[in-house]
């Protein structure tokens, strides 16, 4: 993903057909899944696979989810993406994103990651 700023903003584009972003020494005590916004000017014409791993962008799988395939002319979504293991202590979490084998790279932003 590449950082950008964009209306005040601080954002991650979802520049190709794969990419991570990490974040660096989280606490997931108690987190069962991240809501990730994501927001885009023309929506993509395909959905977005996300992953969690630990430690690396191919580390330990703890979670999956995806954003399908939004309307034509919708401006954001959202992906839910749960958590496969209790994790009790802070790790580097990598969020990795991929889409559909096939499908075409578009202008998508992370806006948003909330761990619930």
Do not use: R
Request: aromatic share 8%; hydrophobic share 45%; no cysteine.
């Amino acid at each position: 993903m590449q950082a950008v700023q964009f209306n005040g903003m601080d954002l991650q584009l979802l520049t190709g057909t794969n990419g991570w972003l990490l974040v660096k020494d989280i606490d997931l005590k108690g987190v069962k899944n991240v809501v990730m916004a994501l927001g885009w000017q023309e929506a993509p014409k395909n959905g977005y696979e996300f992953q969690l791993h630990l430690n690396s962008p191919d580390g330990p799988l703890v979670g999956t989810g995806e954003m399908k395939a939004p309307s034509a002319g919708t401006f954001g979504g959202m992906a839910l993406v749960q958590l496969t293991d209790v994790i009790a202590n802070a790790v580097n979490l990598y969020v990795t994103y991929k889409l559909p084998e096939g499908g075409q790279p578009s202008q998508v932003a992370l806006v948003n990651a909330t761990f619930n």
